[in-house]
């Protein structure tokens, strides 16, 4: 992360502050590559996905007449200008309602390097979310923050607007927040589902610290009746922190120095599983996971969230 100027705010640091107009700027970063018939998914199960094509009412396509096409499909158009006959494909119509869900308790707001995992978090649910109006769905928001967001699914640049500032509302609140212990993810994932149609996707950013109780039960039953996906967010420090004595401070009062280990501590002694073990106990309930890097930036995300909006 920049190091704040003397006398400057740091919360307004870059990678410390959360700005809407900066997650209204990732509306084109997001957009490059879309629009492909077909998408790999990457690091995801299930190899290879493809758009569902019908005969809705959206057009999708021109093309040669071919035997066995319905004659009320005749692009009149196109036949004339060019002499033969030609067919208008259509594609299924989807409501397509996603809503996301953000992660700003206080052990979020951590970051060693370009940004505070809250912050890459945001960055990847904005992300995904202009991907998802670009292709005509809609999305929603629900934030765990001091001052909580719950937007339903709207469609559209005035729906991501609203999303983008409410982002950026409660991850201030966040910041200017207490140090309290992290209250349980489950009850969030709840208010999440009422906000969502029948059908619906719900996508949570979050680094997995302390779900609380109940929290993959509350997952498991979701993701019977919902499509849930994760995004797992996390920092360079977590993976592999330089040597040296490190200061903490913790929620209950309590303050002291670390060494950390140099090599991986395994078993009971471990004080938190890492990364890609948060997210093992939830595949096996089908839900879809994909890792974030705090330090990657948009630029790097982007593609990562091209993979996940072909599983939504």
Same mark, same amino acid.
């Given at each position: 992360?920049?190091?704040?100027?003397?006398?400057?705010?740091?919360?307004?640091?870059?990678?410390?502050?959360? %700005?809407?107009?900066?997650? @209204?700027?990732?509306?084109?970063?997001?957009?490059?590559?879309?629009?492909?018939?077909?998408?790999?998914?990457?690091?995801?199960?299930?190899?290879?996905?493809?758009?569902?094509?019908?005969?809705?009412? %959206?057009?999708? $396509?021109?093309?040669? &007449?071919?035997?066995?096409?319905?004659?009320?499909?005749?692009?009149?158009?196109?036949?004339?200008?060019?002499?033969?006959?030609?067919?208008?494909?259509?594609?299924?119509?989807?409501?397509?309602?996603?809503?996301?869900?953000?992660?700003?308790?206080?052990? @979020?707001?951590?970051?060693?390097?370009?940004?505070?995992?809250? /912050?890459?978090?945001? %960055?990847?649910?904005?992300?995904?979310?202009?991907?998802?109006?670009?292709?005509?769905?809609?999305?929603?928001?629900?934030?765990?923050?001091?001052?909580?967001?719950?937007?339903?699914?709207?469609?559209?640049?005035?729906?991501?607007?609203?999303?983008?500032?409410?982002?950026?509302?409660?991850?201030?609140?966040?910041?200017?927040?207490?140090?309290? =212990?992290?209250?349980? =993810?489950?009850?969030?994932?709840?208010?999440?589902?009422?906000?969502?149609?029948?059908?619906?996707? =719900?996508? =949570?950013?979050?680094?997995?610290?302390?779900?609380?109780?109940? &929290?993959?039960?509350?997952?498991?039953?979701?993701?019977?009746?919902?499509?849930?996906?994760?995004?797992?967010?996390?920092?360079? &420090?977590?993976?592999?922190? *330089?040597?040296?004595?490190?200061?903490?401070?913790? *929620? $209950?009062?309590?303050?002291?120095?670390?060494?950390?280990?140099?090599?991986?501590?395994?078993?009971?002694?471990?004080?938190?599983?890492?990364?890609?073990?948060?997210?093992?106990?939830?595949?096996? &309930?089908?839900?879809?996971?994909?890792? /974030?890097?705090?330090? @990657?930036?948009?630029?790097?995300?982007?593609?990562? @969230? %091209?993979?996940?909006?072909?599983?939504?």
């Amino acid at each position: 992360m920049a190091r704040p100027l003397p006398g400057s705010d740091p919360l307004k640091a870059p990678g410390i502050a959360l %700005e809407a107009a900066a997650l @209204m700027g990732l509306r084109h970063l997001a957009r490059r590559g879309a629009g492909t018939a077909t998408r790999v998914r990457a690091g995801l199960p299930g190899g290879l996905v493809t758009r569902r094509r019908g005969r809705g009412t %959206e057009p999708d $396509d021109v093309r040669p &007449f071919a035997e066995g096409d319905d004659v009320r499909h005749i692009d009149r158009n196109v036949t004339a200008r060019t002499g033969s006959l030609h067919v208008r494909t259509h594609h299924e119509e989807r409501d397509r309602a996603v809503v996301l869900v953000a992660d700003f308790r206080p052990s @979020m707001l951590v970051g060693t390097r370009r940004a505070l995992r809250s /912050v890459a978090a945001a %960055e990847a649910l904005a992300l995904l979310g202009w991907r998802i109006v670009g292709d005509g769905g809609r999305v929603g928001l629900c934030v765990v923050a001091p001052e909580p967001a719950a937007l339903p699914p709207a469609g559209g640049g005035r729906g991501m607007a609203a999303l983008c500032q409410a982002l950026a509302r409660a991850h201030e609140s966040a910041l200017l927040g207490p140090p309290d =212990l992290d209250p349980p =993810l489950g009850p969030v994932l709840e208010r999440a589902r009422a906000l969502l149609p029948a059908g619906g996707h =719900l996508v =949570l950013a979050s680094a997995l610290d302390a779900p609380g109780e109940g &929290f993959a039960e509350a997952v498991a039953v979701l993701a019977e009746r919902i499509s849930v996906s994760l995004i797992l967010v996390s920092d360079p &420090f977590e993976r592999a922190a *330089p040597p040296g004595l490190y200061p903490y401070a913790t *929620p $209950d009062g309590r303050r002291g120095t670390a060494r950390p280990a140099k090599e991986p501590v395994r078993g009971p002694a471990r004080a938190r599983p890492a990364p890609e073990e948060r997210v093992a106990p939830y595949t096996r &309930f089908g839900v879809a996971t994909l890792r /974030v890097d705090s330090e @990657m930036g948009p630029e790097g995300v982007a593609p990562l @969230m %091209e993979r996940l909006d072909a599983v939504l």
